[in-house]
């Protein structure tokens, strides 16, 4: 069965670092999406991605984040210059179309330091 | 906008013992809803899912669900639990707005299987 899959499972970065998070979405969907869950919370929308820019984005997605498909399999999410309260797991997502499923991958736990 | 509440953040029962884990949601129009679950350290898994027509709908692992439209709830239900079933759950709204979709999601239940 298809499914999403993240590079790296844990990363970890010192303050003000550059990280990127990858994704291979399934590979015949056209939506894709970053959420993150901080430890202990419950998971929440950063980013929805489609036909090459993004749709829509949470005010939590401020200008350290960027999203890019850089080919026709990735899909990435960039933090330019990490903070602490960065530190959380980051899941993808993809789904084939709108208000369809969507399926995530295992995460990126992130622990900037 | 959207917002889903899950009452019991915690839920312990026994292994073949019943199970109903609580959501209501908030949503101005016809929502789409989910159950996720998520094992230790690992992503989120779909369970079953509610897009339109029969409002109690079956998923994986033997649970089900039921729309109800009058009461805002998306209610979560095993009629006999198994060890394996010790996870967090959550559950899920989405929103289908002009500029795309995104998933608002619940604070989770943790539950735990007494063997």
């Known amino acids: 069965e298809p499914e999403v899959t993240q590079t790296p499972s844990h990363q970890v970065t010192q303050m003000g670092q550059e990280v990127i998070l990858r994704c291979v979405p399934i590979s015949n969907h056209l939506y894709f999406y970053w959420y993150r869950q901080i430890l202990g919370q419950k998971v929440e929308f950063l980013v929805s991605f489609y036909n090459n820019e993004i749709s829509e984005k949470s005010e939590i997605f401020d200008d350290q984040f960027s999203v890019e498909r850089p080919d026709g399999s990735n899909f990435t999410l960039k933090i330019r210059s990490t903070k602490l309260e960065d530190s959380a797991m980051y899941f993808c997502?993809?789904?084939?179309?709108?208000?369809?499923?969507?399926?995530f991958g295992p995460g990126t736990r992130l622990l900037v330091l | 906008a959207q917002s889903v509440t899950q009452p019991d953040i915690h839920i312990t029962v026994s292994e073949g013992a019943s199970l109903e884990l609580r959501c209501n949601y908030s949503?101005?129009?016809?929502?789409?809803l989910f159950w996720y679950v998520q094992s230790p350290g690992q992503g989120l898994q779909l369970l079953l899912k509610y897009f339109s027509g029969d409002t109690l709908v079956q998923g994986i692992k033997g649970f089900e669900a039921e729309f109800k439209r009058s009461q805002s709830s998306f209610n979560l239900r095993k009629p006999s639990v198994h060890w394996s079933d010790a996870a967090e759950y959550f559950c899920a709204v989405g929103a289908s707005g002009s500029s795309g979709d995104k998933l608002t999601f619940g604070t989770g239940t943790r539950l735990a299987v007494r063997p």
């Open positions: 949503y101005g129009a016809t929502p789409y």
């Open positions: 997502a993809s789904s084939l179309d709108r208000q369809e499923t969507q399926y």
